[in-house]
């Protein structure tokens, strides 16, 4: 196993993150997995013996449940409380209110404290707001979640969902008021889905904050299991989400297929190799239904790729060409090739 420095801190995370949205099984999360404890017990402990020493999971996961499971996983797993790296997120409705949602100072205060209790812990390691509220104002946020880290609840803080310049407003804010800064970014990003590469890689890249990858299998469409034709069993054939360019997804199967019989490896270790070489990335968030798919997932940290199979997966799946992309490249490009030539 590979580690990483989580952005610009000095928190070491694994380059594999388990993540718990398989825990439970409640309600609308039971299309996602229904995992009781003791297969959770065995698969948090199958990650921590292979050296992850990261875990995700949220409130809203299996409407508390997940979290619930989590703590008592990790526990049982024997290992100490300061061995891992435990993230959690808040955002979603939790209950009936009005208020039971969103980013407000009041909904975070009363969501960490919900959490914790889940999760049977005194601290979180790294708490993230889960998507976006178009109702409160980003310095309100920005302030509760410093709060929390200055009460000792929560020692890092980050944000998942968001856009580019939100993000980069948020960072401004906390280097304007001495707040604490977003450590990480929680985001959707695939092989077959390289859209974050247009903005906010290179702001992540810039402003030092990591970036932990969701559903790098694309929600399983590149787990191997599925054809052209619509064939298959698996979350995808259920719950299709979330949304790709499947003619350009499986053109790029097809070219994982050909490397991953060069390396005698699946399809999907093959996609979660290709996300975990980009320099951006700091961890990729896994979810594993058994025992088996957690040790193919996490197997992923030990493939590499030669050059030229590198430059042919980025081939298949480089992104279309989009403004301003294209009129930066086209006005840079004499600038860049001058000064390299001096080089």
């Not at 997804?249 to 490896?265: K, N």
């Amino acid at each position: 196993m590979r580690y990483n420095t989580l952005g610009g801190t000095g928190l070491v995370v694994s380059e594999i993150c388990l993540g718990t949205m398989t825990f439970g099984g409640k309600g609308f999360w039971t299309a996602i997995g229904t995992l009781d404890q003791g297969v959770a017990d065995r698969i948090v402990a199958g990650a921590l013996d292979q050296g992850v020493n990261f875990i995700d999971t949220a409130d809203v996961y299996s409407e508390g449940l997940s979290e619930e499971i989590t703590g008592k996983a990790m526990r049982a797993s024997g290992r100490a409380r300061s061995d891992i790296v435990l993230a959690t997120k808040v955002l979603g409705t939790v209950g009936t209110g009005v208020n039971d949602r969103g980013a407000s100072r009041g909904h975070i205060m009363d969501g960490v404290k919900a959490s914790l209790k889940r999760l049977g812990t005194d601290y979180i390691d790294l708490y993230q707001i889960h998507g976006v509220d178009p109702v409160t104002p980003i310095e309100e946020t920005v302030r509760a979640l410093d709060d929390l880290v200055r009460e000792g609840l929560v020692r890092y803080v980050g944000v998942s969902n968001w856009s580019a310049w939100k993000i980069m407003k948020a960072l401004g804010i906390a280097d304007r008021l001495g707040l604490d800064r977003l450590a990480s970014l929680q985001a959707y990003y695939t092989i077959a889905g390289r859209d974050l590469e247009r903005e906010i890689a290179p702001l992540l890249l810039a402003e030092k904050v990591g970036l932990m990858v969701w559903s790098p299998l694309a929600g399983g469409l590149l787990s191997g299991k599925y054809s052209r034709d619509g064939a298959g069993e698996g979350r995808r054939a259920s719950f299709d989400f979330p949304p790709v360019n499947k003619e350009r997804a499986f053109d790029v199967i097809d070219v994982m297929a050909e490397i991953g019989r060069a390396h005698g490896v699946s399809v999907a270790r093959v996609a979660l190799a290709y996300v975990l070489h980009k320099p951006f990335v700091s961890s990729v968030i896994i979810g594993a239904k058994s025992v088996e798919q957690l040790d193919d997932n996490i197997a992923a940290s030990d493939l590499t790729f030669t050059a030229e199979e590198m430059a042919r997966l980025d081939a298949v799946s480089a992104l279309p060409a989009e403004y301003p992309g294209w009129m930066l490249e086209r006005q840079g490009a004499e600038r860049a090739a001058s000064v390299a030539k001096r080089r």
